[in-house]
T-cell receptor, first 111, second 113 residues
Framework: SQQGEEDPQALSIQEGENATMNCSYK?????LQWYRQNSGRGLVHLIL?????REKHSGRLRVTLDTSKKSSSLLITASRAADTASYFCATDEGGGFKTIFGAGTRLFVKA | NAGVTQTPKFQVLKTGQSMTLQCAQD?????MSWYRQDPGMGLRLIHYSVGAGITDQGEVPNGYNVSRSTTEDFPLRLLSAAPSQTSVYFC????????????FGEGSRLTVL
């Protein structure tokens, strides 16, 4: 079973617009991570937010975490064509050693 | 640093054949793991290891074996390949699963006929 579920499954926007992706999970966590995957490549770590944090920024990325709702969101501001990729959230299921991924959101940014 | 290196990049097997996917990391990471990714799906954890000599099952361990004799290497063995094991396999490593940030290899694409 997958811990994280992303929403939407796919998102198409114009360059310059903001992109928001959501992730919901099922069990308690110590941290939640977001990864990016370009087509046919390995995943690249974007940002990690701990369970005692509510918001975190990294460049054009903003991540929020609501542990009461077991949900997180990833906001990419001023998107670029190069942001076209799949984005996955991942959690340490139950605070253990397993990092479990969701099904991902496919983002397409049109130039 | 090469990071996480997976071999082979592509492999075609016949049903019932066995093979080993190799994974090596040069970052002295204690934690290593194997995932499979099927079309339109996220990654599913197969097996993981928190250090040399220690392995454990993930979400979908059936049909796969692993061992961890050194910190650097974490091979994944398919004992008797089945068409359902057609997938892209990713190896990942981390300094610590608790502090996060997995480093991924570029993947091994396996087709079982």
């Amino acid at each position: 079973s997958q811990q994280g579920e992303e929403d939407p499954q796919a998102l198409s926007i114009q360059e310059g617009e903001n992109a928001t992706m959501n992730c919901s999970y099922k069990t308690s966590i110590n941290n939640l991570q977001w990864y990016r995957q370009n087509s046919g490549r390995g995943l690249v770590h974007l940002i990690l937010i701990r369970s005692n944090e509510r918001e975190k920024h990294s460049g054009r990325l903003r991540v929020t975490l609501d542990t009461s709702k077991k949900s997180s969101s990833l906001l990419i501001t001023a998107s670029r064509a190069a942001d076209t990729a799949s984005y996955f959230c991942a959690t340490d299921e139950g605070g253990g050693f397993k990092t479990i991924f969701g099904a991902g959101t496919r983002l397409f940014v049109k130039a | 640093n090469a990071g996480v290196t997976q071999t082979p990049k592509f492999q075609v097997l016949k049903t019932g054949q066995s093979m080993t996917l190799q994974c090596a990391q040069d970052m002295n990471h204690e934690y290593m793991s194997w995932y499979r990714q099927d079309p339109g799906m996220g990654l599913r954890l197969i097996h993981y290891s928190v250090g040399a000599g220690i392995t454990d099952q993930g979400e979908v361990p059936n049909g796969y074996n692993v061992s961890r004799s050194t910190t650097e290497d974490f091979p994944l063995r398919l004992l008797s390949a089945a068409p359902s094991q057609t997938s892209v396999y990713f190896c990942a490593s981390s300094y610590s699963p608790v502090t996060g940030e997995l480093f991924f290899g570029e993947g091994s694409r396996l087709t079982v006929l």
